[in-house]
C-alpha cells in the first residue's frame, strides 16, 4: 500500500507562486510514476503534470506547460509541482497521484493508482 500526503497549498495572488509537496510512504517512491491532478469546483478531475520514475521525462498539459514544473527526490521520496504566474483559474484542490508503471504517459492515459486527500489552492485576483 502507498500513502500520499500533499501539502503546500494556499491562498495567493494572481501572478504569484507556490510549491506544492507530496511525502509518498509504503513503498520505494522510486517504483511509481508520479503526478498531479486538479480539480476545480463544478468541474471534473483534470490531469496537471507527471514525472518518470528517474525524474528524467515530463508530461504537461498544455495549458499549463512553462507555468508548472514537476520534480521528484527519490531519496526524499517526496514529488513537487512548483506553480509559477498563477491564474484564478488555477483555483482548485490539487491531488498527488502514483502509477506502478514505467511509462509516464500512462498517468494521464490511464490514471493513477493511488492518490493523495488533495491541497487547496485558491488564486485571487
Known amino acids: 500500500q502507498v500513502s500520499l500526503v500533499e501539502s503546500g497549498g494556499g491562498l495567493v495572488q494572481a501572478g504569484g507562486s507556490l510549491r506544492l509537496s507530496c511525502a509518498i510512504s509504503?513503498?520505494?517512491?522510486?517504483?511509481?510514476?508520479m503526478g498531479w491532478f486538479r480539480q476545480a469546483p463544478g468541474k471534473e478531475r483534470e490531469f496537471v503534470a507527471a514525472?518518470?520514475?528517474?525524474?528524467?521525462?515530463?508530461d504537461y498539459t498544455d495549458s499549463m506547460k512553462g507555468r508548472f514544473t514537476i520534480s521528484r527526490d527519490n531519496a526524499k521520496n517526496t514529488v513537487y509541482l512548483q506553480m509559477d504566474s498563477l491564474k484564478p483559474e488555477d483555483t482548485a484542490v490539487y491531488y498527488c497521484?502514483?502509477?506502478?508503471?514505467?511509462?509516464?504517459?500512462?498517468?494521464?492515459?490511464?490514471?493513477?493508482?493511488?492518490w493523495g486527500q488533495g491541497t487547496q489552492v485558491t488564486v485571487s485576483s
Open positions: 514525472c518518470s520514475r528517474s525524474g528524467g521525462s515530463t
Open positions: 509504503g513503498r520505494t517512491a522510486s517504483i511509481y510514476v
Open positions: 497521484a502514483a502509477r506502478n508503471t514505467a511509462n509516464v504517459f500512462f498517468m494521464r492515459s490511464n490514471g493513477p493508482d493511488y
